[in-house]
Every structure is written in C-alpha cells, then in structure tokens.
C-alpha cells in the first residue's frame, strides 16, 4: 500500500477546518484558536497523527474513520457514547457518531479504515463473520487505557525517526496498531469466546513457526507444520496472517528460515575448500540458483556469493 507523509500548518482557521475536512470527515471548529498544525503518516488502512496549536481549539466531528484519541491537556468530549477527558484516558470514536471536543496544546491520534480493522478482527479472533461493533468510547480499564498509549507511542517514535516508510515497518506498525485496538476498547459480543478463538489461533502460529524454524533442514512441507499446529492448511494460513509481523505466509516463513541457515553456512564457507553458492543453497532446498540469489538479495541486499568470499 502506498505510503504518505504530509505536515499542515496554517493560521487561518478555515483552510485549518478544510484540511481537516478532507482528512477525517464532517469537522466544523470554533475560530478561537491560533496556529494550528499537524503531521500525518500512514497509508490507505491507517494513519496516526500529531496535532498542535495555540489557544483553545473547540471541534464537532463525524468521522469517516474508526478513529483513537488523546490529549496532552484538558480536553474534554462527549458523544452519544457518553462523555470525558481525552487527557484522563484515550477515546474512540466510531463512524457516523458525531462528538464534540474543546482542548488546548494538541492531540495525537491514530485512524483506522472500519473494512481494515474488520478484516485484522476476523484474522485475529478466527472469526469470518465478525462484524466489529465497539461498545462505548472508553478503554477496557484502565490499563487498557496504558496499553494503548505505550503502543501509540511506540509508532509514533517509528515516525519521528522515518522508519514507517518502511513496508516492512509499517506492516508490523498497522497489525499491532489495530490489535491493540481491538483488545484495549470493548466490543459488542462475548469478549471470553473471542478470547479463546484468538488464543487458539496463536497456538496454531507458535507451533507452526517453531516447526518450520526446528526442522528447516528436513524436507517438511507447510502440510506438515499444519499437521504438527493440529489444524487446516488454511487455518495455520490464517494463523499466520493473523501473527506474524509481516502477515508472511507458512511457505514464505519456511523459505525465510532456509535463506537465514543458508547464509549462515555461506558466512562460514570457503571457496578455497570448495564450498559454493550451488551446493549450499541445494542443501537448503533451494533447486534454481537464480531464485535463490534474487531471494537472498531481497533479504539481506548482497549476492550469497558476496558472502560467501568475504
């Protein structure tokens, strides 16, 4: 998905309303305000966001987005889903559901696509009918609350230091955004049989990705990591893109696994006793050369043949 980095600033509070119009949604603000600011980053599932400006900023919202927010000073909300501090504790507020908010300082916040968020929920609680409902604004409890922030904090400093252009990074960014999400506001529904669902899916992940990384060197199957997980192929599929930090598949975990024993034996090879980047990548299971060589490079941006003759 592509990714986008954008930074606003403004003093006129109506260009200040329409940026934040064509971002989020139905946004009117008072015009009591001075300067305002924000930086965006994400891509077409999600985005966080940091917002400052001077004096008092009072909005009325109806957001397009799922979207979580937190305040660095007083700022109280209220909604239809209630009301309260978006400085005392995060809150979410949910498409089509106007709320109103008066703070100072600024805010930070992070969006999510209602359809992405449902596809992650239905992944993670191995559920393919799951529609996501959240019950109320507030977090979970209060840890919950703390939960949220440390991992909003954690991507927002991947932000500040411009890893989320990464696709790697941002993919990991996006799942453990959306999970924590999930996990730390209440949805509609028996939150102990979601619970069980998701526990027994990362169970089928865990055994999966030990099988795979324990027996790289046997000519297993992704039937066989299955099989030892207890589950489909399918179901350890769903497993994995549910779990793994990059959404990998089983065969493109099992291929990952190979290429880093390969490289370790390419790093401990020597051309001078006959060792070569053939032989080494057939013993990993690696039948086309090429193949291997282009995989290799993806991963680790040399030839195995540069490693090799270090």
């Known amino acids: 998905m592509a990714y986008s980095s954008?930074?606003?600033?403004?003093?006129d509070p109506g260009v200040s309303e329409q940026w934040l119009a064509d971002v989020y949604g139905a946004v009117a603000l008072d015009r009591g305000f001075g300067r305002f600011s924000q930086r965006i980053a994400g891509d077409e599932d999600f985005f966080v966001a940091r917002s400052h400006w001077d004096g008092v900023m009072g909005s009325t919202v109806e957001m397009d987005w799922v979207v979580i927010i937190n305040a660095l000073a007083p700022s109280p909300w209220e909604s239809r889903d209630g009301d309260g501090d978006l400085a005392?504790?995060?809150?979410?507020?949910?498409?089509?559901?106007?709320?109103?908010?008066?703070s100072d300082q600024g805010t930070q916040l992070a969006a999510f696509d209602p359809r992405a968020l449902q596809r992650t929920a239905r992944l993670l609680y191995a559920d393919?009918?799951?529609?996501?409902?959240?019950?109320?604004?507030?977090?979970?409890?209060?840890?919950?609350?703390?939960?949220?922030?440390?991992?909003?904090?954690?991507?927002?400093?991947?932000?500040?230091?411009?890893?989320?252009?990464?696709?790697?990074?941002?993919?990991?960014?996006?799942?453990?955004?959306?999970?924590?999400a999930l996990e730390c506001f209440r949805l509609t529904g028996d939150r102990?049989?979601?619970?069980?669902?998701?526990?027994?899916?990362?169970?089928?992940?865990?055994?999966?990705?030990?099988?795979?990384?324990?027996?790289?060197s046997l000519p297993i199957t992704v039937e066989d990591a299955a099989d030892a997980a207890g589950a489909s192929v399918p179901d350890l599929v769903d497993a994995f893109r549910a779990h793994h930090p990059q959404a990998a598949s089983p065969a493109a975990a099992l291929r990952h696994a190979r290429l880093a024993a390969a490289y370790d034996d390419l790093l401990a090879g020597d051309p001078t006793r006959g060792d070569t980047v053939r032989d080494?990548?057939?013993?990993w299971g690696f039948s086309s050369p090429s193949r291997f060589a282009a995989w290799f490079r993806a991963a680790y941006g040399v030839s195995p043949k540069y490693v090799l003759d270090r």
């Open 128 to 180: 393919d009918d799951l529609t996501v409902a959240f019950d109320g604004a507030e977090p979970v409890n209060p840890q919950a609350g703390a939960q949220w922030l440390a991992v909003l904090g954690l991507i927002q400093g991947d932000v500040d230091v411009g890893l989320l252009d990464n696709e790697l990074v941002r993919a990991s960014a996006s799942r453990l955004l959306k999970v924590a």
């Open 192 to 216: 102990h049989e979601r619970h069980v669902s998701a526990e027994r899916r990362m169970q089928v992940y865990r055994v999966g990705v030990e099988f795979l990384h324990e027996f790289a």
């Open 6 to 11: 954008m930074t606003f600033s403004s003093s």
């Open 88 to 102: 005392a504790a995060p809150a979410l507020f949910r498409p089509g559901i106007p709320f109103s908010a008066c």
């Open 280 to 283: 080494i990548s057939l013993r």
